[in-house]
Each structure stands twice: as C-alpha cells, then as structure tokens.
C-alpha cells in the first residue's frame, strides 16, 4: 500500500532536548515536505526537498532542521525545541520535481507538545 | 501564486449533493487547480486536479469555468464521512511546483 509514515504520532517533550520526526514513503517519490498546522494559521510548510541531498526552506523554517540522505526519508530534526513549536506537523510526498500535475500523498500526522 | 478564495463554511444533508465553489481570478495560463481535503485527525487527503477540462474520478467532480477564474468541487451524495475541510490550491509550472499553499478552505458539515 502506498504510504507515507510518520513516528512517532504523539510526543511530550521539554524544552531543549533535542528530538527528531522521522518520515518515510514507500512510492519513490523525490519530491517531500513537512508542514505545521496550529489553530488559525493553518498549514504552513517548514522545509522541502526536491531530491537526495536537496533541500530548501519553506515559509516557517525557523528551529527546524532536515535532512535527506536516502530517496525514502525525510526526517525533521528540533535540536532544541521551544514551546511555540508545538504543533501539528504533517510530512508529504509527491512525484518528480516542479511538476504542478501530480498528487500529494501525506502522512498521518504528529503531535507534538514543548513544556 | 495566484490566490484562491472559498467560502468559510458550508453545510450538506446527508445523501444531497454538494458543490464547493473556488474562485481564482487571477489564475494564469499553466496553473492547475488541485483540491483536497482534511478529515478530522487527519493528514490533508488529494481530491482531484484538472486544468482546463472538467475532470471525474471516484470520489468527486471538478467543474472548470470557461474563463478558468472559478471552479466548483461536487460530492454527488455527501455522506457523513465526507466532512472534513475542502482546500482548493493552485499549482503552477516553476519552480517549487510541488509545494502547496493551504488557504483557511471551506469547512463541510453534513448533516444526518
């Protein structure tokens, strides 16, 4: 089944310990991207990647890192998280790059709470 | 990126169809229209996408106005399960084109 797999789904964390929300899809896609989602704001995008080793800032890149290593994973890194990245957060993929005609598929999504 | 507006709200008795309109009048050339939705606790889903010509696929139809600035998602009969909220989102070929902007989308109650 095509899919894209967030862990974990939920997270306490306190301030400043480091964490990470790994993503995975299985389509070989190139194309992946975290988004948050907090009450009014909607869903603004943190960073995406076009391809291995490719990637770029979104509108709310603040406090965030990325990586892509592999075609499969896009894991979102806090390296020291604060209460206002408290969340929502959403990873997606989708086929090739710059092309507007395809799909997104997104994960289930995590929620993660800074005290 | 050209913008899209849609209502905030709408409501749907359950089994009725639904139309959820979009405007975008300043939609250019090459933008495709994309919808898609997010159910309670969940990821947002894809609908489906057209350019220029209406388009059907399982879960609903895009209808494209001629002049392109509008367009209207139909839910043939709602069911309780297609509550959630509609995004309709432009993309256009450049670069970053996969991304997607979210607006606030049109929330669909359907009522029993």
């Known amino acids: 089944e095509a899919q894209v797999t967030q862990n974990p789904r939920y997270l306490i964390t306190v301030t400043g310990k480091k964490l990470t929300v790994t993503c995975s899809q299985n389509?070989?896609?190139?194309?992946m991207s975290w988004y948050r989602q907090d009450p009014g704001l909607g869903l603004r995008q943190i960073y995406y990647s076009m391809n291995v080793e490719v990637t770029d800032k979104g509108d709310v890149p603040e406090g965030y890192k990325v990586s892509r290593k592999e075609k499969r994973n896009f894991p979102l890194i806090l390296e020291s998280p604060s209460p206002n990245q408290t969340s929502l957060y959403f990873c997606?993929?989708?086929?090739?790059?710059?092309?507007?005609?395809?799909?997104?598929?997104f994960g289930q999504g995590t929620r993660l709470t800074v005290v | 990126d050209a913008k899209t507006t849609q209502p905030n709200s709408m409501e749907s008795n359950e089994e009725e169809p639904v139309h959820l309109p979009c405007n975008h009048s300043t939609i250019s050339g090459t933008d495709y229209i994309h919808w898609y939705r997010q159910l309670p606790s969940q990821g947002p889903e894809y609908v489906i996408h057209?350019?220029?010509s209406n388009v059907n696929n399982r879960m609903a139809s895009l209808a494209i106005a001629e002049d392109r600035k509008s367009s209207t998602l139909i839910l043939h009969r709602a069911t309780l399960r297609d509550a959630a909220v509609y995004y309709c989102i432009l993309r256009a070929y450049q670069t970053g084109a996969n991304n997607l902007f979210f607006g606030t989308g049109t929330r669909l109650t359907v009522i029993p």
């Open positions: 997606a993929s989708s086929l090739g790059r710059n092309r507007p005609s395809t799909e997104a598929f």
């Open positions: 057209g350019l220029t």
């Open positions: 389509m070989n896609h190139e194309y």
